[in-house]
């Protein structure tokens, strides 16, 4: 069954790593050095971890063959040995912007505060083989399945469900997730105005 599961766990980080912040420093203070006090933000974002926003959860089934064949001069390829593996599998694709890589900027007189994120980008894209089950459904005298063609197998199946998400606006839409976290987060007296951009 898939589902999309937005802001994941991210928020109760961000409810733990704000109350922290609070309680160690004055982070939303309003300061007489504007370098400083960008730099201070940057530094307690960076802390919260990377900004994973979107996650998305599914559940996977898959059908893989191998099969042998023998080549005999003037006939067609003879098929003598073949394997059918039904595989069943769950995993998570999350997106979000590398916290490393947030810029911040501060102008006391206005007390406006700017903040640069990257773009979203696939963070993980991770199918749980340890507990996936694996189901015969043919497997004939001779045939042999090798582990490999499994993990290849499923590494296909990753890249497509990949590539779907991304050209269905999952980037855009951690985008949108973070944009919301960031100024949840970010809005205090300290600030008159919270700017998110993208780059």
């Not at 504007?34 to 919260?48: H, P, T």
Request: without cysteine; charged residues 30%.
């Amino acid at each position: 069954m898939k589902k999309l599961v937005g802001i994941l766990f991210f928020v109760l980080i961000i409810g733990a790593a704000a109350g922290y912040a609070f309680s160690q420093t004055n982070l939303f203070g309003v300061t007489t050095n504007s370098s400083s006090d960008a730099s201070l933000v940057k530094d307690q974002i960076v802390k919260i971890a990377e900004l994973a926003s979107l996650e998305y959860e599914y559940s996977n089934v898959i059908v893989s063959e191998t099969d042998k064949n023998i080549s005999l001069p003037g006939v067609s390829d003879i098929k003598f040995a073949e394997a059918i593996r039904l595989i069943e599998y769950d995993g998570y694709i999350k997106a979000g912007s590398k916290a490393s890589e947030i810029e911040t900027s501060y102008d006391e007189s206005t007390k406006q505060l700017v903040v640069r994120v990257p773009k979203a980008e696939i963070l993980e894209n991770v199918a749980d083989t340890e507990n996936m089950e694996i189901r015969d459904i043919k497997d004939e005298l001779f045939s042999d399945y090798p582990s490999q063609k499994i993990v290849e197998d499923i590494n296909l199946e990753k890249e497509k469900l990949e590539k779907e998400k991304v050209e269905q606006g999952f980037l855009e839409e951690a985008d949108k997730n973070t944009e919301e976290i960031l100024t949840a987060l970010l809005e205090t007296p300290a600030y008159n105005e919270v700017i998110i951009e993208f780059y």
